[in-house]
């Protein structure tokens, strides 16, 4: 198994500013992802982290506003660029130790901009 | 990404009564996973399924994989206020995540 910490826990930011998430996972990972879940909503898959390259991006996402990084196999940091309210969401960092297996999450950042 | 519908949405049950959910594809999927979310919480591992007609059973909770692998179920039998939650299926190697169906128990 593995056990995941984000920080920050939560924080509210005003508009135009960037936040960057903090994802630590205790073992090392194959695969790191970034989802995002509005309240009451499902998990929205942002990018797959890539150690050492540039982060896969799905559709609606793209590097400018969600650069990532990942510089080894048990951390990983997304930005949130020039935020708007509409970015008001909690952000999950999540890993796995294979391509079909187990997937674990963090607690999650929950981000309010005003 | 991946498209993977879940239903009900929303259920509502007494306490003791059965519950199922449903996660369908249109297409082939190679394994899927089930995840339970509490309120506040983050999504936690459940299951994986890989093989076709697949069942595999936890306590009061028995997960099955489709014939042709574009569907998924969960039951739960004889429900408990601790079962509460959002129940998600996630498919495809990114494993995207079904809409989910969130469960209330009624005591």
């Known amino acids: 198994s593995a056990v995941i910490s984000q920080k920050p826990s939560r924080d509210i930011c005003q508009r135009g500013t960037s936040l960057t998430i903090q994802c630590q996972v205790d073992?090392?990972?194959?695969?790191m992802f970034w989802y995002r879940q509005q309240p009451g909503q499902s998990l929205t898959l942002i990018a797959t982290?890539?150690?050492?390259?540039?982060?896969?991006?799905e559709s609606g996402f793209v590097i400018d506003k969600f650069p990532i990084s990942r510089p080894n196999l048990t951390f990983s940091t997304l930005t949130v660029s020039n935020m708007s309210p509409e970015d008001s969401s909690i952000y999950l960092c999540?890993?796995?130790?294979?391509?079909?297996?187990?997937?674990?999450f963090g607690p999650g950042t929950r981000l309010t901009v005003t | 990404g991946q498209q993977v519908m879940q239903i009900p949405q929303y259920q509502h049950v007494q306490e003791g009564e059965d519950f199922t959910t449903y996660c369908n594809s249109s297409?082939?999927?190679?394994?899927i996973q089930w995840y339970k979310q509490r309120p506040g919480g983050h999504p936690v591992f459940l299951i994986q399924?890989?093989?076709?007609?697949e069942v595999k059973k936890q306590k009061r909770l028995t997960f099955q994989f489709g014939e042709a692998k574009k569907n998924s179920s969960l039951h739960i039998t004889a429900t408990q206020t601790t079962d509460v939650g959002t129940y998600f299926c996630?498919?495809?190697?990114?494993?995207?995540f079904g809409t989910g169906t969130s469960l209330t128990v009624i005591p």
């Open positions: 999540s890993a796995r130790t294979g391509v079909g297996g187990e997937q674990y």
């Open positions: 073992s090392q990972v194959t695969m």
């Open positions: 982290a890539n150690q050492g390259s540039e982060a896969t991006y």
């Open positions: 297409t082939t999927l190679s394994n």
């Open positions: 399924l890989v093989k076709s007609g």
């Open positions: 996630a498919a495809g190697n990114q494993f995207y």
